[in-house]
């Protein structure tokens, strides 16, 4: 091919993005620990398996403790560096926390086993990633700053280019280009690459999902383009709202100069374990399978979708799903076009179904797109439109500053206020960050069996229907297991309550 030979990494999102979003976030520890060893013998750059909803749900649906799964996965991982996903000043919740419970946070996730933090805000403002990304560095992990790559008239290669160089002289190890809801084109990707490979020191990993169906091309013209790492997940968790499969990357890429390495028979024999853990769910396939070209149309997360057909089918008013779908693009553009990632999406999206079911645009307006204008969630990309800045806010100016700067430190005082109640570090740090869940978790974590790799056994056959777990659709689920506004939006419609749209205080 007359190229110079460069090895591809993998990064395997099995054990978190590919099980969250096909499974919404349901797989337990003790699915995952039976097969840790042929993993850790596969040879993978990274493994990501924590982070992102993982957090929330362990505690929420799973009683487990996210931090004894973290602990456990990093005793049986003897080789292979341990990877996390961190929303920025967000951590893994859904409001921006003081400085010092961020810092507090990466110091103990590293503690704990993690190698590799990927860090990214849901608005591509770089100052809500400096405190993490500082901290990550100070506990000696890898800092690896994301992009949140979208489409709109502000979002160009240009444009990220700038944001990557950035984020290389904050003190990045390396850049992601985060396309969260399979966006990037084949080309695009090798244009963006290419672009940044030759601006930046650092390598450069690609993390898309294969919801519009080009996700597994977008990565082969990366490859060429010169990407040092690509996230995939195991076959029979991968494609749908989920990566591009391991094995067919590994694969294709077989005997070429970017070939990967891996043992395809070991990848294999793991996937096969995975198709014994999905039986345990009952997965829709056209989730699975499908491809959902309307995140093309209208530029939004084919997941998405599905979260505003529930919602409208809860309302009785599935009829005006495609009058959502194009109030969705004028919402997001008279928010000055931020990328759709939690929790931007979840606001936009949101509040396009309200417009819609309330029948007048902004009659009823969201406590958090109130607070997105008032910029405590941080600067928009664009120009918010001024009829909406005014309605909202009057005369009162934005605040144009860093929203973190408005929070007062929590973690000593929360120390002080719960001394009789927690008393570890990592349980404190789980209670400031969803203090309903994390208390009623705790109170009732001392009843529990503590989890052991000697009570793990493998599934050793399909179990009957009665015994599945039934996820319904699972990108609906996701949303309720992050308890954003889109389930409080279902409820208190249901109940004629318009005025309580807002996040649970957890």
Same mark, same amino acid.
């Given at each position: ?31 995952? *620990? ?31 403790? =996210?931090?004894?799964? *973290?602990?456990? &996965? ?50 591509? #403002? ?8 500082? @901290? ?35 003190? @990045? ?63 029979? *968790?991968? &494609? ?31 996937? #096969? ?52 779908? +194009?109030?969705? =693009? ?65 005369? /009162? ?18 120390? +002080? ?8 570090? /990592? ?14 978790? *705790? ?15 493998? =599934?050793?056959?399909?179990? !009957? ?39 649970? !205080?957890?």
């Amino acid at each position: 091919m007359g190229q110079i030979k460069k090895k591809v990494g993998i990064t395997d999102t099995t054990l978190r993005d590919a099980h969250q979003s096909l499974l919404a976030t349901r797989m337990r520890t003790e699915e995952m *620990l039976p097969i840790t060893t042929e993993i850790d013998q596969v040879g993978y750059h990274s493994l990501e398996m924590w982070g992102g909803a993982t957090f929330d749900t362990c505690m929420r649906f799973l009683k487990e403790d =996210p931090w004894e799964r *973290l602990r456990l &996965l990093r005793e049986h991982f003897k080789k292979t560096k341990l990877q996390m996903l961190l929303r920025g000043q967000n951590l893994l919740g859904y409001r921006h926390y003081p400085d010092d419970v961020v810092e507090a946070f990466v110091k103990h996730a590293v503690k704990n086993g993690i190698d590799i933090i990927r860090i990214f805000d849901a608005l591509n #403002d770089i100052r809500n990633l400096e405190t993490a990304m500082k @901290a990550a560095k100070k506990a000696n992990a890898h800092v690896q700053a994301a992009i949140s790559y979208t489409i709109s008239p502000l979002h160009n290669i240009a444009h990220f280019e700038n944001m990557a160089i950035e984020l290389e002289k904050k003190g @990045a190890d390396s850049i992601c280009i985060k396309d969260m809801a399979g966006l990037i084109s084949p080309y695009d990707a090798f244009v963006l690459v290419q672009g940044l490979k030759k601006k930046l020191k650092v390598p450069v990993q690609l993390h898309s999902h294969f919801t519009s169906g080009m996700a597994t091309m977008s990565y082969l013209k990366a490859i060429e383009a010169g990407c040092d790492v690509v996230d995939t997940a195991i076959s029979s *968790l991968s &494609l749908g709202s989920s990566q591009p499969s391991t094995d067919s990357i590994v694969a294709a890429l077989k005997g070429t100069p970017f070939d990967t390495e891996l043992d395809l028979e070991l990848i294999a024999r793991i996937g #096969d374990y995975f198709k014994k853990v999905r039986q345990n769910y009952d997965i829709p396939q056209d989730l699975v399978m499908g491809v959902d070209t309307n995140v093309l149309s209208y530029q939004i997360p084919g997941g998405m979708i599905s979260n505003l057909t529930s919602q409208l089918a809860a309302q009785n008013a599935s009829h005006l799903l495609k009058e959502v779908l +194009e109030e969705v =693009p004028r919402v997001r553009a008279e928010l000055g076009y931020p990328p759709l990632v939690t929790p931007s999406s979840q606001i936009v999206g949101t509040q396009a179904v309200v417009n819609v079911l309330t029948g007048e645009r902004y009659k009823v307006i969201l406590t958090e797109v109130k607070n997105y204008l008032k910029g405590l969630y941080g600067q928009p990309p664009g120009e918010i439109d001024p009829d909406l800045l005014k309605k909202v806010l009057g005369n /009162e100016q934005p605040f144009k500053g860093r929203p973190a700067d408005l929070l007062e430190p929590q973690l000593e005082k929360t120390k +002080e206020e719960m001394k009789n109640e927690i008393t570890g570090e /990592e349980d404190l740090l789980s209670y400031i960050l969803f203090p309903q869940v994390a208390r009623a978790f *705790l109170k009732e974590r001392g009843k529990q069996f503590s989890l052991s790799a000697s009570k793990i056994a493998v =599934p050793q056959q399909e179990p !009957s229907g009665n015994t599945r777990k039934t996820l319904g659709n699972p990108a609906s689920l996701r949303l309720e297991n992050l308890h954003t506004i889109d389930k409080s939006l279902v409820y208190n419609f249901k109940e004629g309550k318009r005025e309580y749209f807002t996040y649970p !205080s957890a």
